[in-house]
């Protein structure tokens, strides 16, 4: 009755989609998120020690230390990795590639070239204002710029590619402007090589230095920046079917595609500015979300989220215990993760 | 019923004419366009359905230019299949048919009843209900190309422009299709480009592209079309009578 029985590449859950599942992932997340949430106030700088854990609770600083570190930075974590994994799956679906991830538009060079132009500034500055003030405008400076910097490689990959006209345009202006913008970072480290160090750190990532503060403002981007882009995820759903299909549909799609290249910008531009380029988060979390519950954007913007939150949460826990009282940076965690899984799904011969 | 008609479209890609001064008008009914590769055909549909501008001349439907109409408003009229299944991503069958309604609903809306019955019969009448549930990736060629032809009708759409509407589908098939657009032509205006023949003979009309230039419009049963085919393909076709019908038939008595 049916033609050539050739079926795409096989899935590891293959099968018929099971809406099923879609409610089921959301479950498991929330239930990971709370036990990890549990952990990230448990460890610190003896690592997984009942007795330390104890003694923490129980002393006078527990306040301080839960209130203070280890909240902060636990929900601090998992609101990086929500913004990269809403930021990966935006990018995968608008370049219609599932290996794109929200640092491909030029967010993360021109992050990473702001935050080592104002190190060089902050170094060769610290003679004139005193070391304090220069650290501490340093460090105020570094998540300005790194946000601004994270804008503006965007707009810049905009500009080249003449607004979000053409997907592959914008993909290769992307290319562009990272190549760029990397090169005229390495530039400035040669000039000033005191800026490398900072340079190394940021690019490792971080999430040591999330506060109240940083908390606050990623969850009023993140507030802001998901319901939008689920509110449009059906363009996302529509170009599935390829560019010219979608337009025949009659949607606006230069104007959507503006408006998600901005959210992306945005989720993109506060992750990086809070906790720096944090590897494979963006492009683990949506994959995750697809290989199991397949699904329209909608559902999936909002999972890659959930899930971007538990991986980044799962990786700092890891990178505060395992090594204790050192830390790891966390961004060596997701790529060693991040690796392993691509490296897994090379193996399986499933790479649908 | 709507009509579609073409006024002296010109397009190119750089210094390749792909169309030149192209006119027909596209009535209620089922026309076929054929011709050989690289005629323009592909290009001559899109510029119908609006989704290229022309570098002179008009599409127009109904007497209004096609590029004129609001993008949605067009959706709603007009319903383009692409050539080549370009369907990526996650989405199951009927998700991929509901796609279609998105003219009438909007971006923003819910789906109505009326929009899931519009589905419904969409996908009985391309054959693929039996398997709504499953990914768009897993379905076999065919099967895909069942989904996408019944986004298609699920725009309900009066005019439906289809390139190559029976790629990747086995005679059964192709043949339910070409029924399909016979009992489409009596309501609707629908416009295929075909590759193949004994195919677009079942159409009400043929229009033959070759070279960027129309060489030939006329009825499909009219035997001056059957020689402007022949003359198209460079006798490469015959055309003869069999069981009261015209069929085409490869000719390979020529010099080799």
């Known amino acids: 009755m049916n033609g050539d029985r050739a079926p795409a590449a096989s899935l590891p859950f293959e099968g018929r989609t099971d809406r099923s599942r879609r ?15 549990i952990c990230g106030l448990v460890v610190g700088s003896q690592g997984w020690s009942w007795s330390a854990w104890v003694s923490d609770l129980a002393g006078d600083q527990a306040g301080l230390i839960v209130g203070q570190i280890r909240l ?29 991830d929200p640092y491909l538009l030029g967010s993360a060079a021109g992050a990473a070239l702001a935050v080592v132009v104002v190190l060089a500034a902050a170094s060769s500055g610290a003679d004139w204002v005193g070391s304090t003030t220069a650290a501490w405008l340093g460090q105020l400076g570094l998540v300005m710029a790194a946000f601004v910097g994270a804008l503006g490689g965007v707009l810049l990959t905009l500009a080249l590619a003449r607004g979000a006209q053409h997907t592959l345009r914008l993909l290769l202006a992307g290319v562009v402007v990272g190549v760029l913008m990397g090169a005229l970072g390495d530039l400035v480290t040669t000039v000033a090589p005191d800026a490398l160090r900072g340079k190394q750190a940021f690019v490792l990532g971080s999430t040591g230095f999330l506060g109240w503060g940083s908390v606050g403002l990623m969850a009023f981007g993140l507030a802001v920046a998901l319901p939008v882009a689920v509110r449009y995820a059906r363009c996302l759903d529509a170009l599935t079917l390829g560019e010219d299909s979608a337009a025949s549909l009659g949607l606006d799609l230069p104007r959507v595609r503006l408006l998600l290249v901005a959210l992306l910008a945005l989720a993109t531009g506060l992750a990086v500015s809070q906790a720096g380029l944090v590897a494979f988060v963006g492009l683990v979390a949506p994959h995750l979300v697809k290989r199991y519950a397949p699904a329209p954007h909608g559902y999936t913007l909002v999972a890659s989220a959930a899930t971007g939150a538990v991986l980044l949460l799962a990786a700092d826990v890891l990178a505060r215990g ?11 965690l997701t790529a060693v993760l991040g690796g392993g899984y691509l490296l897994w799904l090379l193996n399986r011969r499933a790479l649908g | 019923m709507s009509t579609l008609s073409a006024h002296e479209l010109m397009f190119g890609y750089g210094p390749r004419q792909v169309l030149d001064r192209v006119s027909c008008a596209l009535d ?5 366009i054929v011709g050989p590769n690289g005629a323009g055909k592909s290009t001559l549909l899109r510029l119908l359905a609006g989704l290229l501008r022309p570098q002179q001349g008009t599409a127009r439907l109904d007497g209004e230019a096609v590029l004129a109409l609001a993008a949605r408003e067009r959706a709603r009229r007009i319903a383009w299949l692409a050539q080549q299944g370009e369907a990526t991503g996650e989405l199951d069958a009927r998700e991929t048919v509901q796609l ?3 003219a009438h609903h909007g971006l923003f809306a819910a789906p109505t ?4 019955a519009a589905v419904d019969a969409a996908m009985q009448a391309t054959e693929c209900s039996a398997w709504q549930y499953r990914r768009l990736g897993e379905l076999s060629g065919g099967e895909r190309q069942r989904v996408l032809l019944a986004r298609v009708l699920a725009t309900e759409a009066r005019v439906l422009l289809l390139d190559e509407p029976t790629t990747h589908l086995d005679p059964p098939h192709q043949v339910a299709v070409a029924r399909l657009m016979r009992r489409l032509a009596s309501t609707h205006t629908v416009v ?20 960027g230039r129309m060489c030939w419009q006329g009825r499909s049963d009219d035997p001056s079309t059957h020689a402007a085919l022949v003359d198209a393909f460079d006798g490469a076709i015959r055309i003869e009578q069999f069981g009261g019908r015209a069929q085409v038939v490869p000719d390979v008595s020529g010099p080799a």
Do not use: F, K, Y
């Open chain 1, 72 to 100: 902060p930075r636990t929900l601090g974590a998992m609101l990086v990795g929500g913004l990269l994994g809403l930021g990966g799956a935006i990018a995968q679906g608008l370049l219609r590639n599932p290996l794109a």
């Open chain 2, 192 to 211: 295929s480009v075909l590759h193949d023949l004994p195919l677009a003979l079942l159409a009400d009309r043929v229009l033959i592209l070759r070279d």
């Open chain 1, 322 to 332: 395992l090594v204790a009282p050192q830390e790891l940076p966390v961004g060596v």
């Open chain 2, 100 to 102: 279609g309604r998105l």
């Open chain 2, 28 to 32: 209620p009914g089922w026309t076929a």
């Open chain 2, 113 to 116: 009843a009326v929009d899931d």
């Open chain 1, 23 to 37: 409610a089921r992932l959301l479950v498991v997340l929330a239930a990971a998120a709370a036990a990890l949430t």
